[in-house]
Every structure is written in C-alpha cells, then in structure tokens.
Nanobody, 125 residues
Framework: QVQLVESGGGLVQAGGSLRLSCATSGGTFTTFHMGWWRRAPGKEREFVAAISRREGITFYADSVKGRFTISRDNAKNTVYLQMNSLNVEDTAFYYC??????????????????WGQGTQVTVSS
C-alpha cells in the first residue's frame, strides 16, 4: 500500500517562504514520478510542479515558475516543494502525487495513481 504524507504547510505572510515535504512509503520511490498539485477554495485542482523519476527533469506551472522549486531525495523517499515569494493567490490545499507510468504526462491528474491527504498553505496579505 503506497502512502504519501505531506507536511510543512502553514500560515505565512506575502513574500515569505515555505517548504513542503512529501514522504512516501509502501512502494519503490525511485519508480515514481512525483508531482505537486493544489486546490484553492472554489477552484479546480491545479498542477503546480513535477519531477521525473530517473533524470529528475522538472516541470512547473507558469504561475509558479521562478518562485517554486521541486526536488527529490531518493535516499529519504521524499519530494520537496520550496515555495518562495508567496502571494495570496498561492493559498490552497497542496497535495503530492505519484505516477509510475512509463510515459509521464505531468499535467494530467489521471496519470497519478497515488495521492496524499494534503496540507494547507495560507498566505496573508
């Protein structure tokens, strides 16, 4: 049973930073492409960032490019999302997700087989 557990969310002022972590268990982490998604109140789920399993190729939504950085530590079975220059539009519930598909399409939610419970990020003005 693959489990993903997010942590690191919280309340931060605009312009501040947070680092989210997602620890995985129950599977072989190096076989997973990993992604971060978010859902803001009243909005659809939105792709944030992803990282491929072998080469560590990264993908970002235009709205976070240059501010957020995704990384992975295969020794710790953990993926991170460093979020800098946060603004109120980044307020959302953040989820990590894992995909084991051979052909990774990072912006398609249906390609992710496993999802965490999420962590809340609130940015105040």
């Amino acid at each position: 049973q693959v489990q993903l557990v997010e942590s690191g969310g919280g309340l931060v002022q605009a312009g501040g930073s947070l680092r989210l972590s997602c620890a995985t268990s129950g599977g072989t982490f190096t076989t997973f492409h990993m992604g971060w998604w978010r859902r803001a109140p009243g909005k659809e789920r939105e792709f944030v960032a992803a990282i491929s399993r072998r080469e560590g190729i990264t993908f970002y939504a235009d709205s976070v490019k240059g501010r957020f950085t995704i990384s992975r530590d295969n020794a710790k079975n953990t993926v991170y999302l460093q979020m800098n220059s946060l603004n109120v539009e980044d307020t959302a519930f953040y989820y990590c997700a894992a995909s084991s598909d051979e052909t990774f399409r990072p912006k398609l939610p249906r390609d992710y087989a496993y999802w965490g419970q999420g962590t809340q990020v609130t940015v105040s003005s």
